[in-house]
């Protein structure tokens, strides 16, 4: 059986791959989670999981405890998602992305190479797959996609801190001949994204009747994907994919933020009035919920303008190819946030209400 090390397992789209790896392989896969635990991670997302894993709390950082992880559980694959993820957070802590984002990821880079060189040739079958961002090609005008040929150019300290690791993966590839893959992956959005990022935020203000802060005049774009497709291309280029090679993923689903927003509101109303066992969710009155919430607000800085990925090169060569359609995906991720509003309370029981105040205070 192949042993997976899967860092950052405890956030949002690391949580729904070992779901996923689950529910596909079932006892036929052996799972070991590295996570620090930060205020993205939190084992309530794992709940369910944790008799089937080991998870270990702990840093990518941590040279010590990651050759140990190597040795004691002999890691076939690693799977690295831990990061710091948040632009808007990059703009206020560069440094801490730097140290995780960078470091972190070339301290797992040398513990897997260490690890798996045996006689100067490197263990049969292992791999490395670090899952980067389309943000990594920075920002498009009106029209054009990201192939996996645009140049490196990003203009936020996270995507910087992300282009950064992109190039020590493609430099070990190179140098030491090690056996590593990226994929540069369209925003994610899904069950257990912590509720900073724009649909989770957009789903909890709703419902407690808060306004929507929409950066700028709303018209930036983004190219949304359903998680569990992420999740899939994640799985199919670790297996099937060729060594040292980048693999874009993308949903071809690129709307204006404002766009998003809207349907959003559309869904949730149009939810609450056929479904009156919903309203238990609600700290407002149903006819607070409206376009009067939306309320555009100072730009992030350097805000890009568009992100839109072309896929086709993991679709021609892998036979990937997002599955959920946004219309369907959008409504299957609201209806997990009105179902799981325990979950949402848990996660933001830590520093989120100070984050909130600090970045959300007009
Ligand atoms: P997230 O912020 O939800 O989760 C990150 C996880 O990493 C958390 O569980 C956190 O505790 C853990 N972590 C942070 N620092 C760590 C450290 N030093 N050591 C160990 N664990 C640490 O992020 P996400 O949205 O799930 O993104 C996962 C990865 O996918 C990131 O690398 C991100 O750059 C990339 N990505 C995200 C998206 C998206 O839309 N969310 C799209 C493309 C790529
Ligand atoms: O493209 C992939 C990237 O997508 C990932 O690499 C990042 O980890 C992930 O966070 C995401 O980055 P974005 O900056 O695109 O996602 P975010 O949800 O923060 O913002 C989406 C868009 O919505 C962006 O144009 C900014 C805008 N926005 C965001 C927030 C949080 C708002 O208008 N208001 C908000 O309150």
Redesign the pocket.
């Known amino acids: 059986m192949k042993t997976y090390l899967v ?2 397992g ?5 949580a729904n791959f070992v779901k996923y790896m689950l529910s596909k392989n079932g006892s036929g896969v052996s799972l070991v989670v ?5 205020y ?2 939190n084992l309530k997302t794992l709940e369910t999981e944790l008799t089937d894993i080991k998870f270990i709390r702990g ?3 941590d040279a010590k405890l990651v050759s140990e992880v190597f040795t004691n559980y002999g890691i076939d694959f690693v799977v690295n ?5 948040h632009v808007d957070r990059s703009i206020e802590n560069p440094q801490l992305f730097l140290q ?1 984002n960078i470091l ?1 990821t070339q301290n797992l880079l040398d513990c897997a190479m260490k690890s798996w060189m045996i006689d100067q040739m490197y263990k049969k079958d292992v791999r490395f797959l670090q ?3 389309d943000e990594v090609y920075g920002s498009l005008g009106d029209v054009g996609y990201f192939s996996e040929k645009t140049p490196l150019n990003p203009r936020s300290p996270y995507a910087a801190s ?1 282009s950064s690791a992109d190039l020590f993966v493609q430099a070990y590839v190179e140098t030491y001949q090690f056996p590593a893959l990226i994929t540069r ?1 369209s ?2 959005y899904g069950p257990y994204h ?1 509720p900073e990022k724009l649909i989770p935020l957009i789903i909890k203000n709703i419902l407690e009747g808060k306004q929507l802060p929409v950066y700028g005049d709303g018209t930036n774009v983004r190219d949304w994907l359903y998680v569990e497709d992420h999740c899939k291309a994640i799985d199919v280029v670790l297996h099937n994919g060729r060594v040292g090679e980048v693999y874009n993923v993308g949903g071809h689903n690129e709307r204006k933020n404002v766009e998003i927003v809207k349907i959003t509101i559309d869904h949730i109303k149009n939810l609450m009035e056929n479904n009156p066992e919903y309203h238990r969710v609600l700290k407002t009155e149903l006819s607070n919920i409206n376009y009067d919430l939306i309320k555009f607000v100072k730009d992030r800085k350097g805000h890009d303008k568009r992100y839109a990925v072309d896929p086709t090169k993991i679709t021609t060569e892998l036979s990937w190819y997002p599955e959920t359609k946004f219309e369907d995906g959008i409504v299957k991720t609201i209806k997990w946030y009105l179902e799981n509003q325990k979950w949402v309370e848990d996660v933001v029981s830590r520093d989120y209400q100070d984050y909130y105040n600090k970045m959300y205070l007009w």
């Open positions: 860092t950052g405890a956030g949002f789209i690391g590295l996570d620090k635990l930060t993205a991670g840093d990518i950082c998602f831990a990061a710091e993820s995780t972190g899952v980067s961002t992300k992956c925003n994610n912590f």
